[in-house]
């Protein structure tokens, strides 16, 4: 051994020390990656969805507010809109306001149901047949905002 080499053990130590902070910052690499992807994905999703509501004429919240809402699956709107709970809740939105007895059904707002239709045809258009056919059940009408 020459002078300035270290021992066998201490370079041991280096390299394994080494190979393990490679494997760390590879996984970290992979991870943000992942994370980069599924943002630029629901952004653009959620750009879609913005310009859609403003060419139906709908108020329209920003992307970024739209992303953070419905990711890149479209959250809660299609984990299965069909489904008998979700349609109770379209139907509560549908009402006069009141609480208990005194809450009616009402002429719903045509626009809302528009918007969460152009919702599902950018996040699930598969589930788009479900929703549409949902709708003929309810009474629609353009209503005063």
Not at 80 to 108: E, F, M
Not at 118 to 130: Q, S
Request: aromatic share 4%; proline share 8%; net charge negative.
């Amino acid at each position: 051994m020459t002078t300035g080499d270290a021992p066998e053990h201490k370079r041991r130590w280096i390299y394994l020390t080494a190979g393990v902070l490679l494997v760390v910052f590879a996984l970290i690499g992979l991870l943000t990656f992942g994370e980069i992807r599924e943002n630029t994905e629901a952004t653009a999703k959620a750009e879609q969805l913005h310009s859609n509501l403003l060419a139906a004429g709908l108020p329209a919240p920003e992307p970024e507010v739209i992303a953070d809402a419905l990711g890149d699956d479209g959250g809660s709107v299609c984990q299965d809109p069909s489904s008998p709970l979700i349609k109770a809740n379209y139907q509560a939105s549908i009402t006069n306001g009141a609480a208990g007895p005194g809450q009616r059904p009402v002429i719903g707002p045509r626009a809302t149901t528009q918007a969460v239709a152009l919702t599902i045809a950018v996040y699930c258009p598969d589930r788009l047949p479900d929703y549409l056919s949902h709708l003929d059940t309810l009474k629609l009408d353009d209503t005063t905002k």
